[in-house]
């Protein structure tokens, strides 16, 4: 198994790049889709939540109302760190679940993380960096997903620097192009995944994991 980790800021395009390497054959394990399922009625994590913050964070529907429960969290440390320590071993539990299915195999598969250069993962064969000015990153974040300014700046400024992700990298995609362009470059970087060296046996853990 080749094991390559994909990272960057938000409003750079991870998602876009992640599902152009679907469709090149990647198996892709995404922190964010396995977070939201994690969090469907029913499961263990969201059981937790609403024991730790109360069903005011439930929609009429039962889901997880996510702006009701980041309202409970903003500006509050210790609440913030009560949520990470219910959802952030669950996440990571499944993640090495779904990695190992694949550890015996030929198979390219890409760890798709937000924050990977904060939470750095042992062993992988390669990272690869989704790169954007944050100043443009902001101006998508706005105009398609709805942010205001003052929120995404706030959401940028949260993350590591452009310089760092860009320091970590050992390939980087700019998407600051055209889809056509971008398309190109990760037509460039599937093929550099595909003549890596194969991950370690214990490739995908956290460096420092969280308590559990």
Request: proline share 5%; net charge neutral.
């Amino acid at each position: 198994m080749i094991l390559v980790g994909l990272t960057g800021g938000i409003g750079a395009g991870k998602s876009v790049v992640s599902a152009q390497l679907a469709a090149h054959g990647a198996v892709i394990v995404d922190a964010d889709v396995i977070v939201r399922q994690l969090q469907m009625p029913g499961q263990d994590v969201l059981r937790r939540i609403v024991e730790r913050f109360g069903a005011e964070v439930l929609s009429e529907s039962g889901h997880l109302d996510r702006v009701a429960l980041a309202a409970k969290v903003f500006g509050d440390q210790p609440a913030l760190n009560d949520l990470n320590a219910i959802v952030h071993p669950a996440v990571g539990r499944e993640m090495m679940r779904q990695i190992d299915a694949h550890r015996r195999t030929n198979a390219v598969v890409v760890l798709d993380v937000p924050l990977l250069v904060e939470n750095p993962r042992t062993g992988l064969s390669g990272v690869l960096v989704v790169d954007l000015d944050p100043d443009i990153a902001v101006s998508r974040l706005v105009a398609q997903r709805g942010f205001s300014e003052t929120d995404a700046r706030a959401r940028v400024a949260r993350q590591s620097s452009r310089s760092v992700r860009r320091a970590r990298a050992d390939w980087i995609i700019d998407n600051s192009g055209s889809r056509l362009d971008l398309a190109r470059q990760v037509s460039q970087a599937w093929r550099w995944m595909c003549s890596l060296p194969p991950a370690g046996p214990d490739a995908g853990r956290m460096s420092t994991p969280p308590d559990s």
